[in-house]
Structures are given as structure tokens and as C-alpha cells.
């Protein structure tokens, strides 16, 4: 059982808005910030949002993350081709004294 | 801009070792936790280690606790990752990632194969 769980796929047509949901538990999200990264076939993965909603230079404001409790989202809005990825959830977990990435979410644009 | 460039990987048998290394530039690296993430063949990603700016304080995933040792040389620019008594599950892609893995290298492939 992973200690961040994601939903393993999600998807959208163009221009409309997905969602992606990572939940955790009081030691990792519910006490850390949670981060999120953006991985394409064969790349490295990318830093999209630090500290649950703050978006690094660079990255389009149609992403954006939020925080509530134990669980954390990814928003992306007017959906794009080029959004087809896999994304990330993490956090640090305080019980386990460790950084723990979610299982990963296959973003497919219809 | 963060730059990160891992080498050393390459095929070992099981029971081997084999030590990573990874370089910085671009950003004051002695002010930077650093980690090691890997990603096993069509796998999501798993932290594996970090190391404190100074090297005082390290982590590891339980997996590779007593095998795998994370070092950093602040003079050099450079973070390593010694794995050692490596076994098959260890295949995987190893990135080298900065901070809150706010900057990645390109990763560099380890393969356990006899």
C-alpha cells in the first residue's frame, strides 16, 4: 500500500479542466507541503508546483495546486495535447523520515 | 539554472557495486539538501536517499538501508551514491534531484543482470 495514493489514470478533451487527486495521511501531507512533477516518455520529470500551490517560473498558470487536510490536487485548466503525461504527487513523511512520491496518474487528452 | 549531470551507471551482476556520481552547477550547491530518485523500467519514481547541505544528516528509503550510502563532496560539486550488494529489483533509472527535487539530471541507467 503506498503511503501517497493516486489515481492511476485521468483524462479530458481539449481546452476543459482535470483533476488530479493525491491522498496521504496526518505524517506526510497533512503535516508537509506536497509537490508535484510532470514526466513525458523518456525525460526526466519537472518540477510543476512547490509548497502545495506555488508555481515555479516558467510554468503556465493553467496548473495550479491546492491543499486540504490529508489530501492534495492538481488542477489543470484549458487542456492541451501537450499536457498528455504522468504526474506526480510528494511530500516528506515525518513518521517514516522519508520522501514518498505517489503512485503516479497517466494523463491522457481525448 | 540548475544543472545536474549523473554518470557511473552501467550492468553489474547481483551482489555487486557500483558508486554514482553526480554533478552541480548553476546554483550555490553547499546551500542544497540533494537526493537520489530512481524509476525502475515503466515504474513511477521512488526516493531512495538525501544528504544535508553540510552531509551531517542523511536518508534513506528502508529498501536500501545498510546497502546503498549517500555522500557529497561541497568542494567539488558533487553528490555520489555508493550501492552496494545490488540485486535485480535495484534496475532502475537514478536521478539525481536538488532540494525539493526542484531540479533533476538526466538520469543515469543501473541494470542488475547476470
Known amino acids: 500500500q503506498s503511503v501517497l495514493t493516486q489515481p492511476p489514470s485521468a483524462s479530458g478533451t481539449p481546452g476543459r479542466r482535470v483533476t488530479i487527486s493525491c491522498s496521504g495521511s496526518?505524517?506526510?501531507?497533512?503535516?508537509?507541503?506536497v509537490y508535484w512533477y510532470q514526466q513525458f516518455p523518456g525525460a526526466a520529470p519537472k518540477l510543476l508546483i512547490y509548497r502545495n500551490s506555488q508555481r515555479p517560473s516558467g510554468v503556465p498558470d493553467r496548473f495550479s495546486g491546492s491543499k486540504s487536510g490529508t489530501s492534495a490536487s492538481l488542477a489543470i485548466s484549458g487542456l492541451r495535447s501537450e499536457d498528455e503525461a504522468d504526474y506526480y504527487c510528494a511530500a516528506w513523511d515525518d513518521s517514516l523520515s522519508g520522501w514518498f512520491f505517489g503512485g503516479g496518474t497517466k494523463l491522457t487528452v481525448l | 539554472e540548475v544543472h545536474l549531470v549523473e554518470s557511473g551507471g552501467g550492468l553489474v551482476q547481483p551482489g555487486g557495486s557500483l558508486r554514482l556520481s553526480c554533478g552541480a552547477s548553476?546554483?550555490?550547491?553547499?546551500?542544497?539538501?540533494m537526493s537520489w530518485v530512481r524509476q525502475a523500467p515503466g515504474k513511477g519514481l521512488e526516493w531512495v536517499a538525501n544528504?544535508?547541505?553540510?552531509?551531517?544528516?542523511?536518508y534513506y528509503v528502508d529498501s536500501v538501508k545498510g546497502r546503498f550510502t549517500i555522500s557529497r563532496d561541497n568542494a567539488k560539486n558533487l553528490v555520489y551514491l555508493q550501492l552496494n550488494s545490488l540485486r535485480a529489483e535495484d534496475t532502475a533509472v537514478y536521478y539525481c534531484a536538488s532540494d525539493y527535487f526542484s531540479g533533476w539530471g538526466q538520469g543515469t541507467l543501473v541494470t542488475v543482470s547476470s
Open positions: 544528504i544535508k547541505e553540510d552531509g551531517s544528516e542523511t
Open positions: 548553476g546554483f550555490r550547491f553547499s546551500n542544497y539538501w
Open positions: 496526518s505524517s506526510n501531507i497533512g503535516n508537509n507541503y
